[in-house]
Every structure is written in structure tokens, then in C-alpha cells.
């Protein structure tokens, strides 16, 4: 058995008992799954870039003109004060090749900072520094469950598109859990959580049939979702979801935003 399934095995044991399978068990799993995601995308960076080019989807563009809306409202409105910033920071987690960081550079109001810990992406942020289309602070790299190098209240808006998907819900606050409480301790009060993940019920492993291979997806339904955000002292305010057609199989998403009370 691989050391993803012998993971697998112990996520969905806590996941049926939680803390069954005790602490140290639980906490090697996840980083097990970490591993084998970032070791995944690093493989396939390139292929991952193509598909995405290839298969842009308009909701995509729809999710992030919401997100852009309700961050510029709230600071029309002193709901979310930028203080001395002429920006708002906006932290892209999961970012990729870059695609959606770049788009929001174009911004004349957003400074957005890329958060990644794949290698593979990695190279392309750094390239893209290089090349001055991104800052010199806007590449963070690590890992999502570890956000200590940020100040607290650092960000205006924290966006999590397709990528919270990679940790799973489990106990000892470790997993997605511990990723909501650190993207709650880098907002500002009154700051905007934007997350998009695969919907459904469940762990699995899942190949996209984007040449990526099998990659760790935790299902969620928007219960699951609207628990999640809300311990960590997040409000819902918009939730939604839709069925994205592709090549490969139709896949279901599930979208929120949510305030930094
Ligand atoms: C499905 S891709 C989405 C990339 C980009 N947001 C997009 O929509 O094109 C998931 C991204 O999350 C990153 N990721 C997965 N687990 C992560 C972790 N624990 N910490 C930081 N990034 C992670 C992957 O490396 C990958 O770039």
C-alpha cells in the first residue's frame, strides 16, 4: 500500500471516529497528503498551465468580479479600513503558474501577493519577479497551514480558489483547520474570504484527466464549508454552486465569501 493510501486509510478513520487514530497518526497523514500535492503539481506544471489556458470557464471570471465588488464596497463604506495603504492586499493562496495574480496586478487598486508551496509553480512566480511582473514581496512561499512569516491583519482580502480542496477535515485543528485559523489571523477585521473547492461528500482520490495524476481531494458540502468558516470566526455572506463541464467529466464546485468578524 502506498504511503498516500496508508494516509487516506488514517483520514477517513478520524474522519468516522475523530481522534481515533490519535494525534501523531493524524498529523503524519496530513503531511503526507501535503507532500504527495505539492510533489504532484510540481511534476505537472507545465501540462497543469496548458489545461488551464486551454479550458478558461466564465464563472470563474463571474466569482472573481464578485469577490473585487464586495472588497471595494466595504471599503466605500469604512467596513474595511486600508489605513495607510494606497492598495488593498489581496493574498492569492494556491496560486499556481501565476495566472490570477497576474489579472490582478492589472488592478489599479489591488496589490496582490501569490502564496505557493509546489516547486514546480514556484519557479514560474519566481520567473514572473524576474521578469518585474510581480512584486518584490509578492511571492510567499509555503505552505498554507503555515502562514507564521505573515503579520497578523496583514491582508484586506484572503483568496482561496481550488485549493483548500488539497487538506482534509480532520481533528487536533490540523488539516483545513488549521489553514481557515491562520487565513483568519492574516485578514484584517472586517477583511474578505473568498474560497472555492470541489463539492461533494468525502475524501478521495481523484484524477482530473489533466495529466496531473491522482491528486487528494476533500469533498465538501456547504454544511461542511459554513461549519469550517464559521469556528474560525468567519460570517458567510454569499454561497453558491454550480457544475463546471469539462473534457474530462463534469465537476461540481462550491463557492463562499465570507467577512473576518
Ligand atoms: C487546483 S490548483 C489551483 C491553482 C490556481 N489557484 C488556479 O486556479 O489555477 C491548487 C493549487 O494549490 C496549491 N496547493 C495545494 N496544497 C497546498 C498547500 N498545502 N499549501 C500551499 N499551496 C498548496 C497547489 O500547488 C496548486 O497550485
Not at 477517513?12 to 471516529?17: F, I
Not at 505557493?116 to 514581496?137: K, M, S
Request: hydrophobic letters at 40%; a negative charge; aromatic letters at 8%.
Amino acid at each position: 500500500m502506498s504511503s498516500l493510501q496508508n494516509a487516506m486509510r488514517v483520514i477517513e478513520q478520524d474522519q468516522a471516529e475523530p481522534g481515533a487514530p490519535g494525534r501523531d497518526a493524524v498529523a503524519a497523514a496530513v503531511d503526507e497528503v501535503v507532500r504527495a500535492t505539492a510533489a504532484a503539481y510540481t511534476a505537472q506544471s507545465s501540462s497543469y498551465e496548458q489545461a488551464r489556458e486551454s479550458q478558461p470557464w466564465k464563472w470563474d471570471e463571474y466569482l472573481t468580479s464578485t469577490l473585487l465588488k464586495r472588497v471595494r464596497a466595504r471599503v466605500a463604506e469604512g467596513k474595511l479600513p486600508l489605513g495607510t495603504a494606497t492598495r488593498w492586499r489581496l493574498l492569492d493562496v494556491g496560486a499556481g503558474y501565476g495566472r490570477d495574480v497576474l489579472r490582478f496586478a492589472g488592478e489599479p487598486d489591488i496589490e496582490p501577493v501569490a502564496l505557493e508551496n509546489a516547486d514546480g509553480f514556484v519557479q514560474y512566480l519566481r520567473r514572473a519577479q524576474d521578469e518585474g511582473r510581480i512584486g518584490p514581496d509578492g511571492v510567499v512561499v509555503t505552505d498554507m497551514r503555515d502562514l507564521g512569516s505573515i503579520e497578523t491583519g496583514r491582508f484586506h482580502s484572503v483568496r482561496v480558489h481550488a485549493t483548500l480542496h488539497h487538506l482534509p477535515l480532520v481533528s487536533y485543528g490540523l488539516g483545513a483547520d488549521a489553514a481557515v485559523s491562520g487565513f483568519r489571523r492574516v485578514l484584517a477585521p472586517g477583511g474578505v474570504l473568498y474560497v472555492l473547492v470541489k463539492a461533494g461528500s468525502g475524501v478521495n482520490v481523484i484524477d482530473t484527466g489533466e495529466g496531473l495524476g491522482g491528486r487528494f481531494f476533500q469533498l465538501f458540502t456547504p454544511d461542511l464549508l459554513r461549519q469550517l468558516l464559521e469556528r474560525h470566526s468567519f460570517s458567510v455572506v454569499q454561497m453558491e454552486e454550480a457544475v463546471e463541464p469539462r473534457s474530462s467529466g463534469d465537476v461540481d464546485w462550491l463557492f463562499a465569501l465570507a467577512v473576518a468578524e
